[in-house]
């Protein structure tokens, strides 16, 4: 399996790490938070280094309950950060986590990002798959309900089913993306979007079904909720428990694995491929 990304082909033969850059100030786990160029070059310096393949940059914070930015100033974000990426990392293959396609038109005209990582999955942006056909860039379609101020009161699924949904979801989306034109679509369930604890441990459990979707999988997991509030402990503390569900993940058929902490994601997979030669 290939992405085709801005004219270069991702082999997804062997599953790869897509490391977390975000330029808020506000997103759940502070590690994660970058606002000066030394420190935005540093963080992408070790995914690099590390093993990582795919940078995502994200100017909004989508955590539950997060306050809302301004078009203007997710842009302004973006373009900081972008430009001192390239400047130093001009071959990176970058991805832009935004569910706006204003700023998807941005940033890949003026940045060349060969990824739009939406987790609205195009609902909070009615022109956003049309923007992304037109772009021909990647897209990562995820399932959501609502808003990040919003989601966590959604979380009541048809028959107390979460998955029959969420695959439902993303099939139809596929669908209207692939008579767009949008060859290159990786999907993603959502775990930590509308979903509870135990729905998350579901989608998990039964990862492999949306192989079915015959499209690359990404598990973004990274230190979340349903990590530390199971273990009880902060997200700072979470790095333990991130490395096994990203296994897990793995188990289930997932080819990119969407992380904070690239160089033991990245050791994950190594530790993968080796169990799946026998």
Known sequence: MFLNLNGRLLDLSSPVVMGIVNVTPDSFYTGSRFFTEKSILKAV?????????????????????????????????LSNALEVILKRFPDVILSVDTFRSKVARYVVENYHVAIINDIGGGTM???????????????????????????????????NKVVPEVF??????????????????????????????????????????????????????????????LLKIQSEDALTGTIAVNMLALLGGASILRVHDVKEAVQVI?????????
């Open 125 to 159: 942006d009615e022109l956003m798959f049309e923007t992304v056909a037109d772009l021909g860039v990647a897209y990562v379609l995820m399932h959501m309900r609502g808003t990040p101020q919003t989601m966590q009161n959604l979380v009541q699924y048809e028959n």
């Open 168 to 229: 439902s979801f993303l099939q139809k989306r596929l669908a209207q993306l692939h008579l767009l034109g949008v060859k290159d679509v990786i999907v993603d369930p959502g775990f930590g979007f509308a979903k509870t604890l135990e729905q998350n441990y579901e989608l998990l459990k039964k990862l492999s079904y949306f192989k079915e979707l015959n499209v690359p999988i990404l598990a973004g997991m990274s230190r979340k909720s349903m990590i530390y509030n």
């Open 45 to 77: 310096e070790e995914i690099l280094q590390n093993g990582g393949s795919i940078v995502d940059v994200g100017g909004y914070s989508t955590r539950p309950s997060a306050e809302p930015v301004s078009v203007n100033e997710e842009v302004d974000r």
């Open 270 to 278: 190594q530790i993968f491929n080796q169990y799946c030669k026998y």
